[in-house]
């Protein structure tokens, strides 16, 4: 779907009220669906709330047009040995994938990371999501570190 008028702002509160929500609940649904052992079942009203908290605890920044979220992204800045932009979410709505989105809520990303003087730009994918893991591999990411788990 080809979108124009594309506009990047800080949530708000207000945009619970929108089809942010929506693409939330389907963002970690795909999540718990395809691992219900690590996510855990939670209800649209969890889930509701747990949005809530990330707009006033977090940086989530939004990608619409025309009024309509056509998805988000949550950050944060973070300390260790350097300074980096670790990027905690990245969810298109599912009507809106494969047509530049996430490439362009990750500009912004690389851009406030120049900004706020950071070294890189660092981020997780479970490695179920091969759709985000070619949309990173397209943009410029290459693999840091592999994590590997087994189960007890």
Known sequence: MK?????????NLEDVKSNLLDIYIDGYKYHYESRP??????NE??????????IKKSNLLILESSNEILGYVV?????????IMWV??????KNNRHSGNGKKLMNKIKEIAKEE???????SCWS???NALDMYNHIGFKNQRIILENDI
């Open 3 to 11: 979108v124009e008028n594309i506009n990047i702002r800080k949530a």
């Open 75 to 83: 950050y944060q800045i973070k300390e260790k040995h350097n300074k």
């Open 117 to 123: 003087s950071c070294q890189r730009v660092e981020l």
């Open 37 to 42: 052992d690590i996510f855990s079942n939670k």
């Open 88 to 93: 905690d979410q990245l969810v298109i709505d």
């Open 45 to 54: 009203e969890d889930l509701k709330n747990d949005l809530i908290d990330t």
């Open 128 to 130: 179920f999501n091969k």
